[in-house]
């Protein structure tokens, strides 16, 4: 269906690169003006909150065993495991300052072990940072607490202890199941010992499994990624994310492994998009919004019709928007009306600590005018509907006149059929899902303002 609603013509404008927008102002905005000092105050301004300002966690932990090809995260690879000691003692000190400026009162309702690769950790050394969470907070019941799960490093065993800690929720990184593929990524990860995961997942009784795939990969094409949906088909995850793989190997140095040649046409890339859009929608999951797939039944798809969908640092959540403190190297925390994130080197970060600082090495205090364009990003993009008398109202705005001029640039999208506005509000259409970043561009004033590249992914 999208591939048949959407023209070259359509194709060609906007195959722009955009942000994902799980901040706004996005990252590439924070600047070296926000540091310890601006932090600490964030945190002491939250101080004493109640159990019903629940927070979020999250802890990078950046060691992976080896380099995928296409990675564009923060990482560092070897294979000395003893690397993790240090590491896991700087990340309880930083998270004992932390505390000693926001307090313990409040109760975590989400937390995410994420990378890098999480299971790089022993079992040990995971369960004693769960241990150290609990020694400082409280957990709330029905909360979730996530682990990425590369499947090359774990066992059923590992799974076992995994949820033994506490661990509720699952995201294993698949990407495409084809042998070609994995070797021209150099991440080759058996078919059967996912599936076998999987499987044992369910018997432990996870709460829900995510699978992460990604098109757009070298030696890809739409028939190998039709056979590696139908195995995922197969799999049933309760959730399914399908990334677009962004090809930038000057920013991202592994990418410079990847041979040009063995990259799909983009005309091929979107019909990948397509497919997946086509299978998974046969295959009976919701379309969330941009990447996201999820099962009827899983809270994800509930709160997507329920108009209940958040978005954060990990993408579309059910949990309504809440502080998130962050550890770890380069890990990105949003307290208040702040965003802070911290240095992005080992040694930096090493070296903070032991001074007695917090490693922050940037952030933003956010302006009223900020916010309100957040309000309305998070708005479109996860209601797909920005409605101008309960938004005047919350802001104390005309939202009207407010985005006089952003109401204006939405005419081109509008007929293009993206959105439908009225007196009423501005509402994202069908057709708009599958490019809600285009609409929410619109609304974000530091685009508006940009006179450099747009150095983001592409929004298809
Ligand atoms: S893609 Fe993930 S596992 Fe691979 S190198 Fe990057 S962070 Fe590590």
Known sequence: MFHAAINEDMLRRYDV??????????????????????????????????????????????????????????????????????????????????VSHLGSARWISQLHLGGGTPTFLSDDELSEWMDHVRHHFQWAPNGEYAVEVDPRTVTAERLRALKEMGLNRLSFGVQDFDPDVQAAVHRVQSEDKVFALVDEARVLGFESINIDLIYGLPKQTPQTFAQTLERVKALRPDRIAVYGYAHLPTRFKPQRRIALADMPPAADKLHMLSMALDVLGQAGYDYIGMDHFALPNDGLAKAKRHGLLHRNFQGYTTHPDSDLIAVGVSAIGRVGATYNQNVKTLEAYYEALQAGHLPVERGLSLTRDDLIRRAAIAAIMCAGELLFQPFSEAWLIDAKSYFAPELEHMQALTKDGLVRVDAHGVFVTAMGWYLVRIIAMGFDRYLQQQAQPLRYSKVM
Do not use: W
């Not at 600047?31 to 999250?58: K, V």
């Not at 990675?71 to 004992?96: F, Q, W």
């Open 17 to 98: 690169a955009g942000p994902r927008y799980t901040s706004y102002p996005t990252a590439d905005r924070f600047g070296p003006d926000f540091g310890e000092t601006q932090y600490i105050n964030a945190l002491r301004s939250c101080r004493g909150g109640t159990p019903s300002a629940p927070l979020s966690l999250y802890a990078h932990i950046p060691f992976c065993e080896s380099l995928c090809y296409y990675c564009a995260c923060n990482k560092i690879v070897t294979k000395h495991h003893s690397r993790a000691r240090p590491y896991l003692d700087a990340m309880k000190l930083e998270l004992d300052r932390v």
